[in-house]
């Protein structure tokens, strides 16, 4: 899931600043899981908003405010309320689909969206890929050297290690010792003998689109 953090209030504030009237779209998807923009996260920044001299003429939640289609329906009531501005409450990408469907009104985003992650435990979420685009995970035990070592090293360890630690952040374990262990756990050590390809990040042309439709 893409793991979102709530801004500081008053960077929302700053931005709504010239705006009297106010809708707010939340996430029912990822934002929602990561507490940032669910029901009652939409309740408690009405509040605040409220309690501002702002007046929240609509709210409503997208099932997932990255699909376009869903959101553009539920993109109706919003328009419909004609406020000065929107606020989404998803990730940079909810954001921006929202902004599409908003009838030029400004959309700000209430949350930081820091990575693709998995919730490990009830409110606690790792960092998982980034989106490399060539993903080696068939070849290092499905444990990803570009998020989880801390140079992004994919031909094995730097040698820094203490302790099975990293030595750039000694609170996180070295990927490269986690790779290698499940490999072995997994008969698979011969792979740690193969030489991958250095990620060439340089032929990445953004934005990337991936269609099923033909072009
Ligand atoms: S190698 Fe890592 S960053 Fe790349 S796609 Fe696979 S999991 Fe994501
Ligand atoms: S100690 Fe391990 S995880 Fe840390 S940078 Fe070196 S290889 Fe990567």
Redesign the pocket.
Known sequence: MIITQKKPIEEVMTMVADAKTVAIVGCGSCATACQTGGEPQIQELTKILEQAGKKVVATTVADYCCMNLGVKSKMKAINAAEPDCVICMSCGDGVQCVAKNANNKPVYPSNDTMYLGEAVRFGVWEE??????????GKTGAI?P??QCAKSLVNGPCGGQKNGKCEVNPENDCAWIKIYERLQATNQLEKLMETREDKGYAKYAYPRTISLRGK
Do not use: N, S
Request: hydrophobic letters at 40%.
């Open positions: 998982a890929c980034r989106f490399c685009g060539q993903c080696v995970l990803c570009i998020t």
